[in-house]
């Protein structure tokens, strides 16, 4: 079953590259180059508030070893 289950993480996550690239360069095609960055900053910059928002524990967490004491949402 590990080996199964690697396969598959290693397929998506070579996989994404691509996704991403193509993504950008859609995204410089119709918008132009300065404007693709520009949203795709302002677009990351949201999500990482929302989360930040969401998710206050995550803010508070000094190390990942204390995520088991995360309550569940």
Same mark, same amino acid.
Do not use: H
């Given at each position: 079953?590990?080996?199964?289950?690697?396969? /598959?993480?290693?397929?998506?996550?070579?996989? &994404?590259?691509?996704?991403? @690239?193509?993504?950008?360069?859609? !995204?410089?095609? %119709?918008?132009?180059?300065?404007?693709?960055?520009?949203?795709?900053?302002?677009?990351?910059? =949201? /999500? =990482?508030?929302?989360? =930040? %928002?969401?998710?206050? @524990? &995550?803010?508070?967490?000094? !190390? &990942?070893? !204390? =995520? !088991?004491? %995360?309550? @569940?949402?």
């Amino acid at each position: 079953m590990r080996g199964r289950v690697a396969a /598959v993480s290693l397929v998506f996550t070579g996989a &994404l590259n691509q996704i991403g @690239e193509f993504d950008s360069g859609v !995204s410089a095609q %119709w918008l132009g180059v300065v404007p693709a960055i520009v949203v795709g900053g302002i677009a990351t910059i =949201a /999500v =990482a508030c929302f989360y =930040a %928002w969401r998710f206050p @524990e &995550l803010r508070r967490a000094e !190390s &990942l070893t !204390s =995520a !088991s004491e %995360w309550k @569940e949402c």
